[in-house]
């Protein structure tokens, strides 16, 4: 068992801080001098962290003092690489740390209250999650950014879902696909990516300390909502809840899911995922069954359709539910 993965991830985060990474990738070799007059570290501590980084294959030391490149480096000097672990450090490591002793400390209880799990003795704070995310930029940023990368992977359920099909003949002045809770409109950008031939109206919905960020895109209506109010965009063929409501508790979860069905006539989707620890952690709440989702959604008068299993590596899948 590896024990030294938070380790890894410290190290992976002070190598972004001082460029270490993106340094070696593009200029091939240098010596411990060298990356101590770029960084400003003192070199004893600069050459501990190249040795660490070193002997966890990080980056190469050909010689001693001597810091290259490798295929692990150049893959951490990516974009993707720093928002990974901005995200894993800044959001995820500080709950993970927690957990024992949380849990300890509820006797192993079940934990369905987002305002009193892992979250609130982490980040020392009274606030659920997302209330906590709205004050707090970089936590928020690196959320927002892993989501995208996320969504763009998770995107591809838009491929197998007949929507061009199901689309023709609707009024174009009507909405057709609400993403509620849908971050900064990835997949909204993605919906009309892909589908350039239904007219119809796309909107991207979500807090409006998130939709401040929201990516622009043309044909993507942006409107700030808290799910737990009215829906105000009535009759869409499609509401989209990704990753939401494995955020939520069975009475919260309810609760939104009532507001959409206040406002549905036809059909409705929902993500499956599997970051069931990690819920629990950050939310109190947790990734469903099958039959717990039938449960759920047979409570607020909503029935399964559909389910698609997109990713039976990643368990990712979706459920598309109607009005019972
Ligand atoms: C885990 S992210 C999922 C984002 C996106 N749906 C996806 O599939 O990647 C949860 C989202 O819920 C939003 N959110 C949290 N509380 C909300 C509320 N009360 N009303 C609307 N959106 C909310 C957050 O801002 C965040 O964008």
Request: net charge neutral.
């Amino acid at each position: 068992m590896r024990m030294t993965v938070p380790l890894q991830t410290s190290a992976a985060r002070i190598g972004h801080d001082l460029e270490i990474f993106q340094t070696l990738a593009v200029s091939g070799p240098k010596t411990l001098e060298q990356l101590q007059k770029q960084t400003n570290a003192h070199p004893l501590t600069l050459g501990r962290l190249l040795r660490y980084m070193a002997s966890v294959g990080m980056i190469d030391e050909p010689n001693t003092n001597l810091f290259a490149a490798n295929k692990k480096c150049k893959n951490l000097a990516n974009a993707s690489a720093v928002t990974i672990v901005t995200h894993f450090f800044e959001n995820c490591s500080p709950l993970f740390q927690e957990m024992p002793a949380f849990l300890s400390s509820k006797k192993y209880g079940d934990i369905t209250d987002g305002k009193d799990t892992v979250f609130q003795p982490a980040y020392g704070t009274h606030l659920d999650t997302y209330s906590w995310f709205a004050q707090n930029e970089i936590n928020k940023d690196a959320l927002i950014k892993y989501m995208a990368m996320e969504q763009s992977v998770r995107g591809r359920w838009l491929d197998q879902y007949p929507f061009e099909r199901e689309s023709q003949g609707l009024d174009a002045d009507k909405p057709v696909f609400v993403d509620v809770g849908g971050n900064v409109g990835h997949y909204c950008a993605l919906f009309r990516t892909r589908f350039p031939n239904i007219p119809d109206r796309v909107i991207l919905q979500d807090l409006q300390s998130t939709v401040a960020h929201a990516m622009q895109t043309p044909g993507v209506e942006v409107m700030g909502h808290d799910f737990f109010q009215d829906q105000p965009t009535k009759g869409s063929k499609y509401y989209h809840l990704g990753w939401i409501l494995h955020n939520w508790n069975d009475a919260k979860s309810a609760d939104i899911l009532r507001q959409i069905k206040s406002a549905m006539n036809a059909q409705f989707r929902l993500f499956l995922a599997s970051l069931d620890l990690v819920m629990l952690g950050a939310c109190g709440s947790r990734e469903r069954t099958v039959k717990e989702w039938e449960e759920l959604l047979g409570d607020v008068g909503l029935a399964i359709k559909e389910r698609i299993m997109y990713n039976h590596e990643l368990c990712h899948g979706i459920i598309c539910a109607t009005l019972a």
